[in-house]
């Protein structure tokens, strides 16, 4: 299972946003390894966290491994886990699941963000992403 990131462009900041700055200081991993820098965002800034089951829903059945049922995520050491929104999605040719949510960061500085899947830490767990001002 591999979490990547898209970011969209609205915010919570009141006024404009410079896309420019934004697009300057913000970086995106697009496959998260575990206690590696996933991203580096502003604060204020909307992220969508994405989970993508790269298995596949009929792989799975064919080699008796669990289907995802549940993905959480929990984007600092004292927040709370948050259940990800499941997807069913076709990329190339396979059916499988897409589990995403969006989150905005309030407070600048470097959080582990912790992922589970079926109740257990994901492989990838935890990673690390660094909100500036």
Not at 53 to 69: E, K, T, V, Y
Not at 73 to 89: L, P, Q, R
Request: with cysteine; charged share 15%.
């Amino acid at each position: 299972d591999v979490c990547s990131f898209r970011s969209e462009i609205s915010s919570s900041w009141p006024g404009a946003v410079d896309t420019e700055q934004l697009a300057n200081l913000t970086f995106y991993s697009p496959s998260c390894q575990r206690m590696e820098l996933c991203t580096t965002t502003a604060v204020g800034q909307n992220l969508t966290w994405t989970v993508l089951d790269q298995i596949g829903m009929d792989n799975r059945l064919m080699i008796n491994a669990p289907l995802l049922s549940s993905v959480e995520i929990k984007t600092s050491f004292a927040g709370d886990w948050e259940a990800m929104v499941m997807e069913n999605i076709t990329v190339n040719g396979l059916s499988t699941q897409r589990f995403s949510v969006t989150t905005t960061a309030l407070v600048a500085g470097t959080q582990i963000v912790q992922l589970r899947v079926n109740g257990e830490q994901a492989d990838m767990s935890p990673v690390v992403a660094n909100y500036v001002e």
